[in-house]
């Protein structure tokens, strides 16, 4: 009896891959930690408050553990129309957030043109840096220039911003300048964050 409830509870813990009614692919590589996170109930409200024209940006989901959360201290990334969350989530609102900042990832590689053409967005975001510069600079965190010119990724820049400057001193410098820390790693950074 003890082995049928077993094998039961790991058929019920077993997630199935399925396919939303948009045509979204959910793919489980790795079984979700956290068990009683509902994914496709977290799916369909993602769904629901994206236009139709802009989902199919992204055409799979994968869930799972892989290199590049730990390599880049990430826990989802977009890479050629799929994105890739972790299977550690805190909750449905985690799955629905990271759906959304990837998904804004897929939008940028569709609209790039549209999103940045105009080079208001652009804009914007360096003129946030240089003053985002002066503000370090005042509060003595002194880095080159050139570190905030650079509106491209930058893996020594965002490890001046998190490892020198500190998450607390850098939302504090931030403060309504940019929506949190990560926003101001770089220009694509910055969009998805406000999308």
Same mark, same amino acid.
Request: a negative charge; proline letters at 2%; charged letters at 25%.
């Given at each position: 009896?003890?082995?049928?409830?077993?094998?039961?509870?790991?058929?019920?813990?077993?997630?199935? #891959?399925?396919?939303?009614?948009?045509?979204? !692919?959910?793919?489980?590589? /790795?079984?979700?930690?956290?068990?009683?996170? #509902?994914? $496709?109930?977290?799916? =369909?409200?993602f769904e629901s408050m994206i236009p139709r024209h802009l989902?199919?940006?992204?055409?799979?989901?994968?869930?799972?553990? *892989?290199?590049?959360? !730990?390599?880049?201290?990430?826990? =989802?990334?977009?890479?050629?129309?799929?994105?890739?969350?972790?299977?550690?989530?805190? @909750?449905? @609102? /985690?799955i629905i957030d990271d759906l959304i900042h990837e998904l804004? !990832?897929?939008?940028? $590689?569709?609209?790039? %043109?549209?999103? %940045?053409? @105009?080079?208001?967005?652009?804009?914007?975001?360096?003129?946030?840096?240089?003053?985002?510069?002066?503000?370090?600079?005042?509060?003595?965190?002194?880095?080159?220039?050139?570190? *905030?010119?650079?509106? $491209?990724?930058?893996? $020594?820049? @965002?490890?001046?911003?998190?490892?020198?400057?500190?998450?607390?001193?850098?939302?504090?410098?931030?403060?309504?300048?940019?929506?949190?820390? %990560? =926003?101001?790693?770089?220009?694509?950074?910055?969009?998805?964050?406000?999308?």
């Amino acid at each position: 009896m003890e082995q049928l409830i077993e094998r039961l509870k790991k058929q019920q813990n077993s997630r199935i #891959d399925f396919y939303t009614p948009t045509g979204l !692919h959910v793919y489980f590589k /790795d079984q979700m930690l956290d068990d009683l996170i #509902d994914v $496709e109930s977290s799916v =369909a409200k993602f769904e629901s408050m994206i236009p139709r024209h802009l989902l199919s940006c992204v055409e799979m989901v994968v869930f799972g553990d *892989f290199k590049e959360f !730990h390599e880049r201290s990430i826990n =989802a990334f977009y890479d050629s129309g799929t994105v890739y969350i972790s299977n550690l989530q805190d @909750d449905q @609102d /985690d799955i629905i957030d990271d759906l959304i900042h990837e998904l804004s !990832h897929g939008i940028e $590689e569709q609209y790039g %043109y549209h999103i %940045y053409g @105009d080079k208001k967005i652009y804009n914007e975001f360096f003129n946030k840096r240089m003053h985002l510069y002066k503000i370090l600079w005042n509060m003595g965190f002194k880095a080159p220039k050139v570190f *905030f010119q650079n509106t $491209e990724y930058d893996q $020594e820049f @965002d490890e001046f911003l998190h490892q020198k400057v500190g998450y607390e001193n850098l939302n504090n410098a931030l403060t309504g300048l940019f929506i949190n820390p %990560y =926003a101001a790693t770089s220009l694509r950074e910055y969009f998805a964050t406000g999308f």
